[in-house]
């Protein structure tokens, strides 16, 4: 029997096994699909997926595959100036294609140890009190059933497992659809790019533009929701809607991938039913605006990683695993709530257009912009972690140690207490949180403890006020 079985082998479900291997738990991640997906749904990597990256040592390989967009704030299309000294050391988007994405991030569960076995596709599940057993379309090396200690739904929108599970996804139903896909174009860039920008003045979900390789990425509104979103466009189909929207279809042709999505937005009751767990789309799915997806997906796994983890070593305290539900689903109801917002905000309708202007004034003011880029950018998060100093339950950015920074003492995804005081000890969880003593460290406290995932579980300078701390998130001490 395994430890931990991943059904999902997208970016959520191998940032998890990733995280899940830096402890030894051992993994199998299960993936239906034979070869990756080439298609590109996400575009890029928000400021705290950036942050995860960085505090795991994988930003570099990241940045040398995609592109530094500073500067720049976007809420339902509307662009504005970044707000000056947000709380990061990334204060950028990082455009990356998500087959990159996906392909950086299987290396990295597979150089870690993660078992991937793509072309298996789960069909069935039943668990115990000791286990998850789990069914497979087709026998092979591995047998018809698979079990293990836990199962993690990490497959998507439609999850095979939240459904067997009977976890009620509610919600509404999709009312906009649009067609993408990458293709060739024969109409010049100058002409093409006049022809776009006109188009966007009226309807923001419309856009042609270079996807590499001599391809464009087109995005057209779709003529109607269909029944089943899963069977791809007809190039047809995209070629009249570009002519509906554009007057002119710019000569598409040779597509690489045509597929349809929508703005359907649905949420999981709960993010864990006995031991099996939810992350990613197989939670909540909602419109792309704001591009928070994947981006949330990734932060759902580091949220788990560790907490399934410390159960499966042997440490955990007692409700740490009921806190990914408590903590990540409020986070996912957020998200939303804001898609639904700027979906709101970008209706032609005369209505949403007045409340469009007016949000536009709004955002002039840079409270109002810090607010709307903190949250989609997820680094406003603050998990309530009950009554304390104000760093308490948020997530510390990158800072400046006497010798080196933060994030680079987080690699190996332990807890870890910042000392400026060197008073201060771990002594009884030494085997599961770091320490450094650093009197130079850019902290505003004495000291703080951060969670393996970087939120503040406490600030001070008292000893037996840490130790109630690391007891409260990483168990009984060693003694």
């Given at each position: 029997m395994t430890d931990v079985i991943i059904a999902g082998g997208g970016p959520t479900g191998m940032m998890l096994a990733a995280e899940l291997r830096l402890h030894d738990v051992d993994v199998l991640v299960l993936e239906k699909e034979v070869e990756p997906n080439e298609q590109v749904r996400s575009l890029g990597l928000h400021v705290r997926s950036i942050e995860i990256l960085d505090q795991r040592g994988l930003l570099?390989?990241?940045?040398?595959?995609?592109?530094?967009?500073?500067?720049?704030g976007r809420f339902a299309g509307i662009d504005k100036p970044w707000p000056e000294h947000l709380d990061t050391a990334h204060?950028?988007?990082?455009?990356?294609?998500?087959?990159?994405?996906?392909?950086?991030?299987?290396?990295?569960?597979?150089?870690?140890?993660?078992?991937?076995?793509?072309?298996?596709?789960?069909?069935g599940l039943s668990q115990d009190a000791d286990g998850v057993t789990v069914e497979l379309a087709?026998?092979?090396?591995?047998?018809?059933q698979v079990r293990a200690?836990?199962?993690?739904?990490?497959?998507?929108?439609?999850?095979?497992?939240?459904?067997?599970?009977?976890?009620?996804?509610p919600g509404e139903p999709a009312k906009v659809e649009w067609l993408r896909g990458e293709m060739e174009v024969i109409t010049p860039p100058e002409e093409l790019s006049a022809i776009v920008a006109e188009v966007r003045k009226t309807h923001k979900g419309f856009g042609v533009g270079p996807a590499g390789n001599g391809l464009y990425g087109v995005v057209v509104p779709a003529e109607s929701v269909t029944e089943d979103s899963t069977v791809p466009p007809t190039l047809e189909e995209v070629e009249r809607q570009l002519r509906a929207f554009a007057g002119t279809d710019f000569g598409v042709?040779?597509?690489?991938?045509?597929?349809?999505?929508?703005?359907?937005?649905?949420?999981?009751?709960?993010?864990?039913?006995?031991?099996?767990?939810?992350?990613?789309?197989?939670?909540?799915?909602?419109?792309?605006?704001?591009?928070?997806?994947?981006?949330?997906?990734?932060?759902?796994?580091?949220?788990?990683?560790?907490?399934?983890?410390?159960?499966?070593?042997?440490?955990?305290?007692?409700?740490?695993?009921?806190?990914?539900?408590?903590?990540?689903?409020?986070?996912?109801?957020?998200?939303?709530?804001?898609?639904?917002?700027?979906?709101?905000?970008?209706?032609?309708?005369?209505?949403?257009?007045?409340?469009?202007?007016?949000?536009?004034?709004?955002?002039?003011?840079?409270v109002v912009s810090r607010y709307l880029m903190e949250k989609v950018t997820a680094i406003g998060i603050r998990y309530d972690f009950g009554d304390g100093h104000e760093l308490l339950g948020k997530r510390l950015r990158d800072i400046g140690l006497g010798s080196g920074r933060l994030y680079e003492q987080m690699h190996h995804g332990r807890g870890l207490l910042l000392d400026r005081t060197g008073r201060l000890s771990v002594d009884g969880w030494a085997d599961r949180v770091d320490s450094v003593a650093d009197a130079d460290a850019e902290l505003g406290v004495p000291a703080v403890l951060l969670r393996p995932d970087g939120?503040?579980?406490?600030?001070?300078?008292?000893?037996?006020?840490?130790?109630?701390?690391?007891?409260?998130?990483?168990?009984?001490?060693?003694?």
């Open positions: 570099e390989r990241f940045l040398e595959q995609g592109t530094q967009y500073p500067g720049g204060a950028y988007i990082l455009g990356i294609p998500q087959p990159v994405t996906d392909r950086l991030l299987a290396e990295h569960a597979a150089e870690l140890g993660a078992d991937i076995r793509r072309g298996c596709e789960l069909v087709e026998a092979g090396s591995l047998g018809k200690r836990y199962l993690v739904g990490c497959d998507g929108g439609r999850s095979t497992v939240r459904k067997l599970l009977g976890v009620g996804f042709h040779s597509p690489r991938w045509l597929s349809r999505f929508g703005d359907a937005t649905r949420q999981a009751e709960r993010y864990r039913a006995g031991r099996v767990f939810l992350a990613g789309d197989a939670a909540h799915v909602h419109p792309p605006l704001g591009g928070q997806g994947l981006n949330l997906g990734i932060q759902d796994a580091f949220n788990l990683g560790w907490k399934l983890a410390a159960e499966i070593n042997g440490w955990a305290p007692v409700d740490l695993l009921d806190s990914y539900h408590s903590e990540r689903h409020p986070v996912g109801a957020d998200v939303l709530n804001n898609t639904r917002a700027q979906s709101e905000l970008m209706s032609t309708e005369p209505g949403p257009q007045a409340v469009r202007r007016l949000v536009t004034e709004l955002m002039d003011f840079e939120h503040v579980a406490w600030a001070g300078d008292d000893q037996a006020g840490l130790d109630k701390q690391l007891s409260r998130w990483f168990g009984a001490p060693v003694s």
